[in-house]
T-cell receptor, first 113, second 112 residues
């Protein structure tokens, strides 16, 4: 069945470091791909998404490109801030509306000043 | 605007009992989906309702059921509770087409 695999954390970085969180997927068809983020004490919220191959999603300095050939959707940010400390979840949707998601296990990012 | 509201926030049950959780969506959102979050399995999709009809279903046993009312509010029910049902149950709602889910804070169920 469809699945999402993301790198296990925790990931610990210093402020202004470069961030990559790897995400690969297995799916039949062409799902939409998402990154959701959960900040401490808050609920899950959408960070960015891509709906077809080669699409790049971006938001708040984060980017991810939908790579069909490598079945990947890696999250990157050029310079992380302390406020980026959170749990990041990669997900794919197996319905057109993007409302039924398969999530990865989540990666905890901790950024220190 | 008001967010997704889930009730109750915390509850404790014993094995064999049943539980009903409620989710009130953001105004205008007709899709309501439910997820189970545990430390071992992570976030797992239970089911999704749209306009009072179950539109998608995850891989959970029949003890897990749900429904949606005409005002888009949704309930999920777990019967014959097992210890392994202890989890955070998250509700997420969406406006059709946007592909963005808005999550509630969850209902934390502990089964003793």
């Amino acid at each position: 069945g469809d699945s999402v695999t993301q790198m296990e954390g925790p990931v610990t970085l210093s402020e202004e470091a470069f961030l990559t969180i790897n995400c690969t997927y297995t799916a039949t068809g062409y799902p939409s791909l998402f990154w959701y983020v959960q900040y401490p004490g808050e609920g899950l919220q959408l960070l960015l998404k891509a709906t077809k191959a080669d699409d790049k999603g971006s938001n708040k300095g984060f980017e991810a490109t939908y790579r069909k050939e490598t079945t990947s959707f890696h999250l990157e940010k050029g310079s992380v801030q302390v406020s980026d400390s959170a749990v990041y979840f990669c997900a794919l949707s197996y319905n057109q509306a993007g409302t039924a998601l398969i999530f990865g296990k989540g990666t905890t990012l901790s950024v220190s000043s | 605007k008001a967010g997704v509201t889930q009730t109750p926030r915390y509850l404790i049950k014993t094995r064999g009992q049943q539980v009903t959780l409620s989710c009130s969506p953001i105004s205008g959102h007709r899709s309501v989906s439910w997820y189970q979050q545990t430390p071992g399995q992570g976030l797992q999709f239970l089911f999704e309702y749209f306009s009072e009809t179950q539109r998608n279903k995850g891989n959970f046993p029949g003890r897990f059921s749900g429904r949606q009312f005409s005002n888009s509010r949704s309930e999920m029910n777990v019967s014959t509770l097992e210890l392994g049902d202890s989890a955070l149950y998250l509700c997420a709602t969406a406006r059709e087409i946007t592909g963005e889910l808005f999550f509630g804070e969850g209902s934390r169920l502990t089964v003793l």
